[in-house]
């Protein structure tokens, strides 16, 4: 039997209570349910925390697998930088600006020029620009919020959630 099978039972069972019955019956079958009700909820409760601890350790193997990958990268940015620095050099040195073949092509252009700042607090202020970020502020507004005062565009919202303690 599952969860929900088991609680139809147990709601069934109390709907049915009539005076027929003694009441010891009546407590001893409510009590079986409730035991049966009881150990598949705690069985479910496992299983939850099972997948939750499994999630975790997906999660770290993720991030290793992530870092990993993300340091492989840029060591195989950094090496064809590495060549490609090489290749532009001895192009330059030996004066040669371009290279054909039928594979590829190679060649050294200008770039357009690059702004470099040294010292921003040199610049001038009529080229400063300012950057304005706006943000609400949540916990102002709850605090309003729970303080009775109506704010449209912002409503409290209470929830409930599962709470599983494994003591394993």
Known sequence: MNLIEISNEYIDAIDSITGDYPLEEIENALCQIKEKWEVKAQNVAHY?????????????QEKIIRDKMAE?????????????DYLKYNMMKSNIKSIKSPLIDISLRKNPPKTIVEDE????????????????????????????????????EESESLVIKSIL
């Open 48 to 60: 939850i925390v099972n997948f939750e601890e499994e999630i975790i350790k997906m999660k770290c």
């Open 72 to 84: 492989k990268i840029r060591k195989m940015e950094s090496k064809a930088n590495y060549i490609k």
């Open 121 to 156: 607090l040199k610049i001038p202020s009529e080229y400063i620009k300012q950057k304005i970020e706006t943000s609400v502020d949540k916990n102002m507004l709850k605090k309003d919020l729970q303080n009775g005062k109506l704010i449209d565009g912002a409503y409290l």
